[in-house]
């Protein structure tokens, strides 16, 4: 269910990054090779849906309660099984339905430092190409937007996969590497 809604919304355009990036730049990132942001955008979200339906699959976690410890670095999820999973994370924002605002997780109070390192490498990737949907502390976009600066994020971090963790308010955007199933 969670895959078809991301699929569909992978055929949606989206209104804000379109706006912002409405003409191909190649820049020159990291150690002077050249980068089509558009392409690198178009990828990240590709290879987000890839990663995130093998991990559907593999994992299972449409169902799964959820929790973070930001003092281990650790989210655990809870399948209905009995199994249970962990995995490093890193935050990397929160969305809130009601008012459309995603903030970025290097400046939001409740993510404490050592959970903001992706967030932060996607902001100096932002600055490096003049890019302020990903140096910006808050904008106001749709769900699917926020997935793709999630999308993104995963990418230049090279994290594994990404998670969307429904609170009773925001919706947290997370960064996943190496995930541990233990039955």
Do not use: C
């Amino acid at each position: 269910m969670l895959l078809d809604w991301v699929n569909e919304l992978a055929m949606k355009a989206p209104p804000l990054l379109a706006r912002v990036r409405s003409q191909s730049r190649a820049l020159a990132p990291w150690q002077g090779e050249v980068v089509d942001v558009d392409r690198f955008w178009a990828d990240a979200w590709r290879e987000m849906n890839v990663r995130q339906q093998r991990l559907a699959r593999r994992l299972m976690l449409a169902h799964a309660h959820w929790s973070v410890d930001q003092d281990q670095g650790l989210i655990h999820f809870e399948r209905q099984d009995g199994a249970t999973l962990s995995a490093p994370v890193q935050i990397i924002g929160a969305w809130n339905p009601d008012t459309h605002a995603f903030t970025w997780a290097w400046d939001h109070p409740s993510v404490q430092t050592r959970l903001r390192a992706d967030a932060e490498r996607t902001r100096w990737f932002g600055e490096k190409h003049g890019l302020p949907e990903l140096t910006d502390r808050s904008l106001v976009i749709s769900e699917q937007e926020a997935w793709r600066l999630t999308a993104v994020a995963m990418k230049v971090n090279a994290a594994q996969g990404v998670y969307r963790g429904p609170t009773e308010g925001p919706i947290v955007f997370m960064t996943l590497r190496d995930l541990k199933v233990q039955f």
